[in-house]
């Protein structure tokens, strides 16, 4: 732990508070009927309260010192930027998978006749009927749930 001379804390400049004591600050209520708080004097708030700002990273503190902008913006910014990211790496990675059940194919068929056509057609249309059984599960255990709720 780090610690604080008189001459280190002589050193660092003194931080005020934007508001004078007595104002009221208007919109941080949050008990109801209740009047807004007041501001008090400097001293009486603790010392860790005007060091949290420097403790943002540098990422953080470069957005801040652009105007208007606060933590929510900064937030709501990063999330806008990884939705992007997101949105273009599934537009990169190609068309997206369509569930068999909802697809339009024909099942292959054995024109030829020969035993590794017959093995194909057979594991697609197994497949196809594991895909269907599953969906249709899905859609019973759903009923039932909202069946439940009446």
Do not use: F
């Not at 537009?91 to 056509?117: K, R, T």
């Amino acid at each position: 732990m780090k610690r604080t001379t008189k001459a280190t804390r002589r050193a660092a400049p003194k931080v005020v508070s934007s508001l004078p004591a007595g104002a009221r600050i208007r919109g941080l209520g949050y008990l109801k009927d209740r009047d807004d708080p007041v501001a008090e004097e400097d001293g009486d708030y603790p010392e860790w309260l005007w060091n949290c700002l420097s403790a943002l990273p540098s990422s953080a503190k470069e957005h801040d010192d652009q105007e208007g902008s606060t933590a929510s913006t900064l937030t709501r910014a990063a999330a806008k930027k990884a939705a992007r990211k997101k949105l273009k790496a599934k537009a990169e990675s190609g068309p997206a998978e369509v569930p068999l059940v909802e697809q339009s194919i024909d099942l292959p068929s054995n024109p030829a006749g020969d035993l590794a056509g017959a093995v194909e057609a057979l594991n697609a249309r197994a497949a196809l009927t594991k895909a269907m059984r599953v969906e249709r599960r899905k859609e019973i255990k759903e009923s039932n749930y909202l069946k439940g709720m009446r």
